[in-house]
């Protein structure tokens, strides 16, 4: 979700799909948290309601977008991302090698 991150870092508001880990393996709400840091959606009625709802309300739209931006800033840094994939090669090595060198 780079485009996410980026966008939260330049104080973007996201209203978005929600997807499950089946059609997306890692679901946007893993990383931000619905109603607080991101808007999700599970309809088309949902979306349209929350269309309404944060278009009338820009303080909050406004407020849920500067806390995806603390998140983002706070969690997900390059450094992080760095982090999190050297992470999973460790597991996927130790997996294949059956744990023999540990």
């Known amino acids: 979700h780079q485009r996410l991150v980026e966008g939260a870092l330049a104080g973007g508001f996201f209203l978005a799909n929600r997807l499950s880990p089946e059609r997306d393996g890692e679901p946007l709400q ?9 808007a999700l959606f599970d309809s088309a009625e949902d979306l349209l309601e929350k269309c309404r709802w944060y278009l009338g309300h820009p303080e909050e739209r406004r407020a849920v977008a500067a806390r995806m931006r603390e ?6 840094t390059v450094e992080r991302a760095a982090g999190r994939i050297l992470d999973t090669f460790r ?7 059956g744990g023999r060198s540990s």
């Open 71 to 76: 998140r983002a800033l706070r969690e997900h």
């Open 91 to 97: 597991r996927r090595l130790e997996d294949l090698d």
């Open 30 to 38: 893993d990383y931000f948290e619905d109603g607080k840091e991101v």
